[in-house]
């Protein structure tokens, strides 16, 4: 059987074509399209997965014993000393507050509030036929939202 030709490696929502010599895949290749040493730093571990659970052979360079034609997976373990999971570089997500629990700390701008609390206070039928003041606060509303929120 002949070993060149293309094999597919799928990494999370990529799904990639790549040439293979002589059943070699290169890793500059997938490194290239799919910027793996970008993301993940130092000793990162990476290997390809056959559809039979099969793992390629690791070469320097890239990973051999690949049939063309075939679906293979890319796996990719960060290096436990510098990645991400890591307690020294890595710090727990905290969102925004206020230190109010009523008000939201996506919207700061005193202005967009009294705007929608003006639109708030208006009677449904104006809010319903939209008629011009209906519509003029909501524009400016939405328009200090967009700039100032």
Not at 16 to 25: A, M, P, Y
Not at 69 to 88: A, F, T
Not at 112 to 141: G, H, S
Request: hydrophobic share 30%; charged share 30%; proline share 4%.
């Amino acid at each position: 059987m002949d070993s060149d030709g293309v094999i597919k490696l799928k990494y999370n929502n990529y799904n990639q074509s790549f040439s293979i010599v002589g059943g070699v895949l290169k890793w500059e290749d997938v490194d290239d399209a799919y910027a793996i040493s970008f993301v993940f730093q130092g000793d990162f571990q990476k290997k390809v997965v056959g559809p039979d659970g099969g793992v390629a052979i690791g070469i320097v360079g890239g990973f051999g014993g690949l049939v063309p034609g075939i679906q293979y997976d890319l796996h990719v373990e960060e290096d436990d000393e510098v990645g991400v999971g890591n307690p020294s570089i890595s710090r727990d997500y905290k969102p925004p507050s206020t230190g109010n629990k009523d008000k939201c700390p996506c919207h700061t701008s005193a202005r967009a509030t009294q705007l929608a609390n003006d639109l708030r206070k208006m009677n449904l039928e104006d809010i319903r036929d939209q008629t011009d003041k209906y519509k003029e606060l909501k524009e400016a509303r939405d328009l200090e939202d967009v700039l100032y929120g």
